[in-house]
């Protein structure tokens, strides 16, 4: 991609519709410290929206750098942050950490992050309830299948450390359940502090958008399919990049919160209602996705040709419209300067 190089620097990304929150106020003080971040708006964000040492990418701006990308992902819709994506590549991103204007950063945001993760392996199933690793208590990730949630999987008693592309960081107080969780048992909640666990290859556990680390070999994989439903984009987001780097040889690890979240204002039962698609095909949808890639060879310069190769079998199995190709195809072509067929 071209664009206004400015100093290489890990990078923050968040979309929002609301003033700068308490989470947007301590990213701004982060920025004083060599990180960046960019809040992508929306047709209902402030029109005046502005934090200290934060780029704001209004709705305007969307249009003039991005043109018929910047109309082709919906508005008044997450996926918007597709463009927060581009715009923290394109401006020499180091890593990217995808989260949202309702997490509090901890003390431990965005401090001593690495490729290489010390931690223990989890695998011994197909599916893992990886919060079953971080907790005693009865309490699952949004997007596991629900037939799955009372499985912990086996844990490796040896510490090892992985290349880990993609690291998912946990949320204390309200973390990332299903509405059936919220709906069920409600109240806050806290992880306990233990050693990070690591996805062994062919073991899958949804990871979200909230809290988590992207580096460069794995910025194809950040792309948020725009036409599927709202609670299952970054779960679906995280089934691909599952398959695509069980073929490159990636790593995916689970670590204790840095964040606490304080939700922003949801209707359960609308959440509900757009995870039942999910509760219905998740576990299908892994096998589509790893029968798509059985007899690919996938590397990491090859990531998004994988990545449309596995929109493509998404799109064909009835899980997103056509349309959404169209989409992803305009997103691959800016961030490789070239067009995708």
């Not at 780029?55 to 996926?79: M, N, T």
């Not at 992880?191 to 979200?208: R, S, V």
């Not at 606490?260 to 949808?285: A, K, P, T």
Request: net charge negative; hydrophobic share 45%.
């Amino acid at each position: 991609m071209q664009g206004d190089q400015i100093q290489t620097a890990p990078w923050v990304v968040i979309t929002s519709i609301n003033p700068p929150t308490a989470a947007i106020r301590k990213i701004s003080a982060l920025c004083t410290s060599g990180w960046s971040a960019v809040v992508v708006g929306d047709t209902k964000s402030p029109p005046d929206w502005h934090a200290e040492n934060i780029h704001f990418l209004s709705v305007s701006e969307q249009k003039s750098r991005y043109g018929d990308l910047a109309e082709l992902i919906p508005y008044r819709h997450y996926c918007r942050k597709n463009l927060g994506y581009l715009y923290a590549i394109e401006n020499g991103a180091s890593l990217i950490l995808d989260t949202d204007d309702d997490n509090i950063p901890m003390e431990g945001f965005g401090r001593n992050i690495q490729r290489g993760v010390a931690g223990r392996l989890l695998g011994g199933a197909e599916w893992v309830n990886v919060y079953k690793h971080f907790s005693d208590e009865n309490i699952w990730p949004r997007g596991l299948p629900l037939n799955r949630i009372h499985e912990p999987g086996v844990i490796n008693s040896l510490s090892r450390t992985s290349d880990c592309v993609i690291q998912q960081f946990l949320a204390d107080r309200d973390p990332d359940v299903d509405a059936i969780h919220r709906l069920v048992f409600g109240g806050e909640f806290f992880f306990d502090a233990k050693p990070p666990a690591i996805l062994e290859a062919g073991t899958w556990c949804p990871f979200n958008s909230q809290n988590t680390v992207f580096f460069p070999e794995a910025f194809p994989l950040l792309y948020l399919p725009c036409h599927v439903s709202f609670r299952m984009t970054d779960i679906w987001r995280s089934f691909v990049a599952l398959a695509i780097l069980e073929r490159a040889g990636g790593a995916l690890a689970f670590l204790a919160p840095t964040v606490e979240q304080l939700r922003n204002e949801h209707d359960l039962m609308d959440d509900f209602e757009l995870e039942v698609v999910g509760y219905r095909f998740n576990d299908s949808i892994r096998t589509v996705l790893r029968q798509t890639l059985a007899n690919v060879a996938v590397s990491w310069q090859t990531l998004p040709e994988a990545l449309l190769g596995c929109m493509t079998a998404l799109v064909r199995a009835g899980h997103a419209p056509e349309t959404e190709l169209k989409v992803v195809k305009a997103w691959l072509a800016t961030l490789l300067g070239r067009q995708v067929v």
